[in-house]
């Protein structure tokens, strides 16, 4: 493996499937690793947002959109924007 990768592989990959997984990843151009990056941030916000939906399916959009904050960036920061949220998750 190229010392630019990841010093380990994960523990369900093989060294192959990684030296491949890799490979891949060098043979894109930036702009095609910034687009990949984007979508799976996309993606992830999805599944964070859907998590909290299911956790607390008594939550409007705002209520959502607090825990979210709170979660990413911590409590405090929820609570300067909106001091007047009464709902905590638990």
């Not at 998590?51 to 939550?59: E, G, L, S, Y």
Request: charged share 25%.
């Amino acid at each position: 493996m190229s010392p630019r990768n990841p010093p380990a592989v994960p523990a369900d990959t093989s060294a192959e499937a990684w030296r491949i997984q890799m490979d891949a990843i060098a043979a894109q151009t930036v702009e095609q690793r910034l687009e990949t990056w984007a979508e799976l941030n996309a993606q992830l916000a999805h599944m964070e947002e859907q998590a909290v939906r299911r956790q607390h399916p008594d939550f409007n959009d705002h209520d959502v959109l607090v825990e979210l904050v709170r979660r990413r960036y911590g409590d405090d920061l929820a609570q300067k924007v909106w001091p007047n949220h009464s709902k905590q998750a638990s």
